[in-house]
């Protein structure tokens, strides 16, 4: 049912944001000389940073993947990176928007089974939707999301068919590491469709795919610079249509009442607003119907507008706002108006979990990455994800990784560097971070109580 209602959206993912961003003051890590050396509690370390440069701090905690547990992830997930590029080439050629990504859905679930994965096709009432999991014991429950699906006309332009691959890999990985017997536990690969439609994982969430069955979720994102602090904002959207009075526009206009009228003041109405709204609140849409021809005043008029702001919380403020500049426009022209925002609700913004994502980008550091500072990379908020309403769930984080272009995502140069030799090993080498990251989730009781904590005191409160 959401297919035919948001079969026009498309509010997903980092829209054309990712490219202004410079690489500058990157944060150093530094690896502990030796595991017998005595390291400060979790805690310590994060009380002793801002909120804003939280990851300068990670040089003195204990990165718990030693280096058998390393070598363990690396090699399962360097194993199968062939197979993974002929399934991110086949998913790049074969593109499917959202929950119609049906091709995409059996390649992945196939391999997965393929490799002793529990496999669920069609879960969570989506038919392209699963769930793939794998248990060694009890212990902690990570969760990796995997997205395929595509932009029409311009096919994996945020380079999904990426994005497919990454969560596959992570979790074998960590599969590895589990069947080594060096860790116990629980992990999950969410196929999560229709994330350009910014609905799969709402539907998750509603019904606890999350919350219920893993104790942390990560996925990766490509982009065209590396970020573990990648700021996406909240987005909600809204049909608005005005209806009138048809006349002949030049025998008899003034018997007519002009729902195009009252559309051009909604424009104007929205245009003024502007100068009181914050810098960072957005407000774009465009007309859907302007009416039918010149010598008819317009009976209906439609239009499809979206709202951001920085955190999910403040969208109600604009909501109003947006429904005043409504209804002002109706009265001033005597059209009646009706608007209906998104059934399935908020696009919230991503709340980056601190800890998780300074863990990753120590082990990303180690593989040669650089990254701009956190400050650097939240002024560059502007793209929305699905990926958001899970992080107000459960401790999650979102990193972007480079894929050697400049580019911006929904282009025609991403959709042609999604799948590029490049840009495969660049997700491979993500993945690699990742999946050690999830590794110490699984490992390390006081690293994973860090997570909770920073999820409670920056989240829950």
Not at 2 to 31: A, K, M
Not at 166 to 184: N, P
Not at 221 to 241: Q, T
């Amino acid at each position: 049912m959401y297919n035919d209602h948001y079969e026009e959206q498309s509010v997903g993912c980092l829209g054309g944001i990712l490219s202004r961003l410079g690489v500058t003051n990157s944060p150093v890590y530094v690896r502990a000389s030796s595991s017998d050396e005595k390291l400060p509690a979790y805690e310590e370390c994060m009380s002793q940073a801002s909120p804003l440069n939280a990851s300068h701090a990670m040089h003195r905690m204990d990165v718990k993947a030693d280096s058998e547990v390393e070598a363990i992830v690396k090699k399962a997930i360097n194993d199968v990176s062939s197979e993974l590029r002929a399934i991110s080439l086949d998913l790049h050629e074969n593109m499917e928007t959202g929950m119609k990504e049906f091709h995409a859905h059996e390649v992945l679930t196939n391999y997965l089974e393929s490799k002793g994965f529990k496999v669920t096709r069609g879960a969570y009432g989506m038919e392209t939707a699963f769930q793939a999991e794998y248990t060694r014991g009890e212990g902690r429950r990570v969760g990796i999301c995997s997205e395929y699906d595509g932009l029409p006309g311009l096919g994996q332009g945020c380079g999904h068919n990426l994005i497919a691959i990454s969560g596959v890999a992570t979790v074998i990985g960590v599969k590895a590491l589990l069947d080594s017997g060096k860790a116990s536990g629980k992990v999950i690969l969410f196929g999560t469709p229709a994330e350009e439609l910014s609905i799969g994982k709402i539907v998750m969430v509603h019904k606890r795919a999350f919350q219920d069955n893993v104790d942390v979720c990560m996925m990766l994102h490509p982009g065209p610079y590396d970020a573990n602090y990648a700021a996406m904002i909240a987005v909600h959207d809204v049909k608005l249509e005005f209806y009138g009075k048809p006349t002949h526009a030049s025998a008899t206009p003034w018997e007519g009442v002009n729902a195009l009228d009252a559309m051009v003041q909604v424009w104007n109405n929205i245009s003024m607003m502007r100068q009181q709204l914050l810098p960072t609140d957005r407000v774009h849409g465009i007309v859907t119907n302007g009416g039918q021809a010149p010598n008819i005043i317009p009976d209906r008029t439609s239009a499809f507008f979206f709202v951001r702001t920085t955190r999910f919380s403040e969208i109600d403020r604009l909501m109003k706002k947006l429904e005043n500049c409504f209804t002002a426009a109706a009265l001033s022209t005597g059209c009646e108006v009706n608007w209906t925002w998104r059934e399935i609700g908020v696009t919230k913004d991503v709340f980056q979990n601190s800890v998780l994502a300074d863990k990753y980008g120590a082990y990303m550091e180690k593989e040669g990455i650089k990254f701009p500072s956190r400050e650097e990379q939240q002024k560059g908020a502007g793209g929305s994800t699905d990926m958001g309403n899970v992080s107000y769930e459960i401790p999650t984080i979102h990193p972007i990784f480079g894929i050697h272009t400049t580019a911006s995502n929904h282009t025609i140069g991403f959709t042609a560097a999604a799948k590029t030799l490049d840009a495969h090993n660049d997700t491979i080498m993500a993945c690699r971070g990742l999946a050690l990251t999830a590794a110490d989730v699984l490992l390390d009781e006081s690293f994973y109580q860090a997570v909770k904590r920073d999820f409670d005191e920056n989240v829950k409160n």
